[in-house]
């Protein structure tokens, strides 16, 4: 007992020696999604600020495929000591596990480090649609049955998983229409194609903002300052949450000083005025959480959505 004791702390004061000295070459940040949105720009605006702090690159790699998955498989068999990370929405860490019978990592494992900001879902139908408020839009679709529709990314997105959420709590049915991406989704809602579309608000915003849109309700827990008159769903339907945020994870068995160090380097790159104007420019928070608090969100944010897939009755594949 009194080896393995000392066992132990050897490997701790390992750590932190290594954290010490983290990082000496370039850092890789793996995004599972692609390039253009918000998945790609906010770690790359920290990666920026990380650069200049550390004096090492800090590079941006897309891996893309099955809603994630495949950057963040990647990421979980890499080398436990912080030169290769993952940054994220929340798909493959809270969602998919409830999508798929089979992944190639475990969410769990990965060593928390920090959420750069968070983006809520708003609600939007196109103007032809007799309904300012989401009580009228109800109403609407009640007195319309079987002539709704409404546009998704697909069945494993946080579109489609908010959109049966809201028609759950609302008690109501509208046909869903899959597409191939945020922008056929959004080109169709624009078009009149579809009446309902739960999007990102970064994507979306202007077209609000222009009348091409009407926001019924955004989706964070409380008004966002992009559209203050435009209530949250929560006054609503107390509860009702859909944010997309966007974290920094380690592979597993990652030196638990070095996911410290980086959370750090995250919170004070988000000090930054001008990555604060350029998240405000996404509709984006920014957050900082530390590794701890990280893990707990983690953990609510997998009960929120695995009821919010239990609502919408998909079956894992």
Not at 107 to 135: C, D, H, W, Y
Not at 154 to 168: D, I, N, P, Q
Not at 219 to 231: K, S, Y
Request: charged share 20%; proline share 9%; net charge positive.
């Amino acid at each position: 007992m009194r080896f393995l004791a000392l066992l132990l702390v050897s490997f701790a004061l390992v750590g932190e020696m290594r954290a010490q000295e983290w990082p000496v070459r370039p850092v890789r940040i793996i995004v599972p999604f692609p390039p253009g949105g918000a998945a790609d720009a906010m770690p790359r605006m920290v990666a920026e600020k990380l650069a200049e702090k550390w004096k090492q690159p800090f590079v941006i790699e897309h891996r893309v495929g099955a809603s994630g998955s495949v950057g963040a498989e990647l990421v979980s068999r890499a080398e436990p000591d912080g030169y290769t990370l993952l940054a994220t929405p929340p798909a493959p860490l809270v969602i998919n596990p409830y999508l798929y019978l089979r992944l190639g990592y475990d969410p769990a494992q990965f060593v928390p480090v920090s959420v750069i900001g968070s983006i809520p879902s708003v609600m939007l139908v196109n103007p032809k649609v007799e309904a300012n408020t989401v009580r009228e839009f109800v109403e609407y679709a009640r007195a319309n049955p079987g002539k709704l529709n409404y546009a998704s990314q697909g069945t494993t997105t946080v579109s489609f998983l908010t959109t049966e959420m809201f028609l759950a709590a609302a008690g109501v049915k509208v046909t869903h229409i899959p597409y191939k991406g945020t922008g056929p989704a959004l080109a169709a809602t624009l078009a009149g194609e579809t009446e309902l579309f739960f999007d990102n608000l970064g994507a979306s915003l202007a077209q609000v903002r222009a009348g091409r849109l009407k926001a019924l309700a955004v989706c964070g827990e409380r008004r966002h300052p992009a559209l203050p008159d435009v209530p949250a769903m929560a006054e609503i339907y107390p509860g009702f949450v859909s944010v997309a945020w966007f974290g920094v994870l380690a592979p597993p068995r990652t030196s638990p000083a070095i996911a410290e160090k980086l959370a750090a380097g995250i919170a004070e790159a988000l000090k930054d005025p001008l990555v604060r104007k350029r998240l405000a420019a996404l509709s984006a928070e920014p957050i900082g959480m530390g590794p701890a608090q990280f893990a707990k969100f983690m953990q609510e944010e997998a009960g929120r959505w695995r009821e919010a897939i239990r609502f919408a009755g998909v079956k894992p594949e």
